[in-house]
């Protein structure tokens, strides 16, 4: 098992949280979550979700654990199971920004968006530096049609503390009608109602493409789903 350093030192943290007894199995638990996450930042998320099960079941009171499903689920669109999987991350007390980011993406997907708005909140006051944060409150803003200012102002942030939300920020002006000193000449209150249409059947198309891509791994995803301790 190879762990980068900031990995080993939450291990460490855990680890004297633990009896002697539970250490191996803790151990073992860490370790496959760090494969799940090399697997999910290659983007192989039935495996990375493979890898964060055995963590589960390696150690059941692992909460870094349900919080690695929990986010690979997301991505392979099972979201009820994802937020079942983060309220075990904060029923075991592991609450940090990510736990509620999971839990907000989760709702998010399947359409709970004044419980989604509520977690990114949450997220944001233990975080305000998130970019995760601000850009998942963005999403959710557009969808339940919030003010506009407020919706572009989450996508500026999001951009200015990670480069890669940079073009979000920018397709949300446009969307808007807007540029960086305000509204675009001849653009009208129209712009923003078609903003909003676009963003809901982006956000359909996206869990419809989730689901597509969830279904495409077969029995063996829902035989991993089924086999969850």
């Avoid at 399947?110 to 305000?128: F, H, I």
């Avoid at 500026?156 to 808007?176: I, N, P, Q, S, Y």
């Amino acid at each position: 098992m190879h762990l980068c350093v900031p990995a080993l030192a939450v291990l460490l943290a855990l680890l004297a949280s633990v009896s002697a007894a539970e250490r191996p199995a803790w151990v073992e638990s860490e370790g496959f979550i760090n494969e799940a996450a090399v697997a999910a930042a290659s983007g192989d998320f039935p495996t990375a979700l493979v890898l964060s099960s055995r963590a589960v079941a390696a150690a059941p009171a692992n909460p870094r654990a349900y919080l690695r499903r929990a986010e690979a689920s997301n991505r392979l669109g099972d979201h009820a199971g994802a937020v079942r999987d983060a309220q075990s991350v904060l029923r075991l007390g592991y609450v940090k920004a990510a736990s509620f980011l999971a839990l907000g993406e989760a709702h998010m997907g399947l359409g709970q968006y004044a419980a989604a708005l509520a977690d990114a909140e949450q997220a944001l006051r233990m975080n305000p530096q998130s970019a995760a944060g601000h850009r998942l409150r963005a999403e959710v803003r557009e969808i339940m049609a919030d003010e506009p200012a407020a919706i572009i102002d989450d996508w500026r942030r999001a951009g200015e503390l990670d480069v890669r939300f940079r073009t979000d920020h920018e397709k949300a002006l446009v969307r808007f009608g807007l540029d960086e000193k305000g509204p675009v000449r001849g653009v009208r209150g129209w712009a923003a109602a078609l903003a909003v249409l676009a963003v809901l059947a982006a956000a359909g198309l996206r869990l419809r493409r989730r689901r597509c891509f969830a279904s495409a791994s077969g029995d063996t995803l829902r035989d991993i789903l089924d086999r969850r301790p």
